[in-house]
């Protein structure tokens, strides 16, 4: 029973495109995030929400637009694709956020934008 | 704002043998948490071992331990008796209670040796 699912796994696309990746987290937690690894391995939360609603949203460009159907997923949309989306984004999930709860990530999504 | 520095990019160990990876972070909050994450060659993101920030006990788990000094801001993670498996980028991440931000450090990539 996989925990935090991604989909694709692997995306591979043009510039200027606009694209879709999905996550899905059976664990019942109320809390989801985005979280972005460049080449250099660096990992960046971008986007947090908790039970539906926006609890975190750092500085990133307003091309990245998350979307929250219900607690269970978290789907991330990029507009107008640039050379520098290219990274793998992961999708993560915790019982509650502000509590130190561990967060359970997915298996991350390898955009290349091309 | 936080910060999170790991100041080994890489380092090796032989098999049975321990390791310590470093860890020093920068906040003016008093009440945070601690976390170890490790991201093996498949890419998946996995919880070593976490710290609250009010308890003066170290974490433990298994082979895995840590050495948190608050005063120094420094929470170090020691690998015991380590195994092939072990081989994995260890990253060091803090997250504020009031932000809820989990922040991560560079990462420190760990090779075990046979």
């Known amino acids: 029973d996989t925990a935090v699912s991604q989909t694709p796994k692997y995306l591979v696309t043009q510039m200027g495109n606009d694209k879709s990746i999905k996550c899905e987290q059976n664990l019942g937690h109320d809390t989801m995030y985005w979280y972005k690894q460049d080449s250099k391995k660096f990992l960046k939360i971008m986007f947090s929400?908790?039970?539906?609603?926006?609890?975190i949203n750092e500085t990133v460009p307003n091309r990245f637009s998350p979307k929250s159907p219900d607690k269970a997923h978290l789907n991330l949309h990029i507009n107008s694709l640039e050379l520098g989306d290219s990274a793998v984004y992961f999708c993560?999930?915790?019982?509650?956020?502000?509590?130190?709860?561990?967060?359970?990530f997915g298996p991350g999504t390898r955009l290349t934008v091309t | 704002a936080q910060t999170v520095t790991q100041s080994q990019p890489e380092m090796s160990v032989q098999e049975a043998e321990t390791v310590t990876l470093s860890c020093t972070y920068d906040?003016?909050?008093?009440?945070?948490?601690l976390f170890w994450y490790k991201q093996p060659p498949s890419r998946q993101m996995i919880l070593v071992i976490r710290?609250?920030?009010?308890?003066?006990q170290n974490a433990t788990e298994n082979r895995f331990s840590v050495n948190f000094q608050k005063a120094a801001k420094s929470f170090s993670l020691k690998i015991s008796d380590s195994q092939l498996g072990d081989t994995a980028m260890y990253f060091c991440a803090f997250e504020s209670s009031n932000t809820g931000k989990l922040i991560f450090g560079q990462g420190t990539t760990l090779q075990v040796k046979p």
């Open positions: 993560a999930s915790s019982q509650a956020t502000f509590t130190g709860s561990e967060q359970y």
């Open positions: 929400y908790n039970n539906k609603e926006l609890i």
């Open positions: 710290q609250e920030a009010y308890k003066q």
């Open positions: 906040t003016s909050e008093s009440n945070y948490y």
